[in-house]
């Protein structure tokens, strides 16, 4: 079964559909989104993060973010995020400690990046049909790849953030 069918298959979910946002775009997620950041080591500095190159079909696709989603009515962006890099990265919530998170705020929507560091050894995998590959990347190549403009223009941010 390729990625076609793959992305077929998805059942919508609450939360799903895009808002017309006031800056001009369109965004997926009736009530926002979120996305895991998440760093290694578990203390100190940090050396690499997980990285999910987005399916050619997704928005902004063939570019590099990490796993997000639409946020379900409701739910914090801390557990959107955990749920949404579980389902597109196979990560466990229990191997990873939130430690912040960074807010994109566009009044009508909004974009959570929540902050994480492993705690517990894993290797993420592309587990949907939403990645073309899902892995962890060095924190030094990460603005030589080609980022989801949001994600690379908030990256100088986040990494300062992480090494808090």
């Known amino acids: 079964m390729g990625p076609d069918s793959l992305r077929k298959a998805h059942h919508p979910q609450p939360g799903d559909g895009w808002v017309e946002c006031d800056c001009g775009r369109r965004h997926w997620g009736l009530h926002g989104a979120a996305g895991l950041l998440v760093a290694r080591p578990a203390h100190g500095p940090v050396t690499d993060i997980v990285l999910q190159h987005r399916a050619t079909w997704s928005d902004e696709g063939g570019t590099w973010g990490v796993p997000g989603g639409a946020r379900m009515p409701g739910e914090t962006a801390a557990a959107a995020a955990l749920r949404e890099a579980g389902e597109e990265a196979g990560i466990d919530p229990a191997a990873v400690r939130v430690v912040g998170e960074h807010l994109l705020d566009h009044g009508p929507w909004g974009y ?22 899902v892995r962890w990347a060095p924190v030094d190549e990460v603005e030589g790849l080609p980022l989801l403009g949001e994600f690379g223009r908030a990256w100088p941010l986040l990494r300062a953030r992480l090494e808090e």
Do not use: G, K, Q
């Open 112 to 133: 959570t990046t929540v902050l994480a560091r492993a705690i517990a050894p894993f290797e993420p995998a592309a587990t949907d049909a939403e990645s073309l590959e």
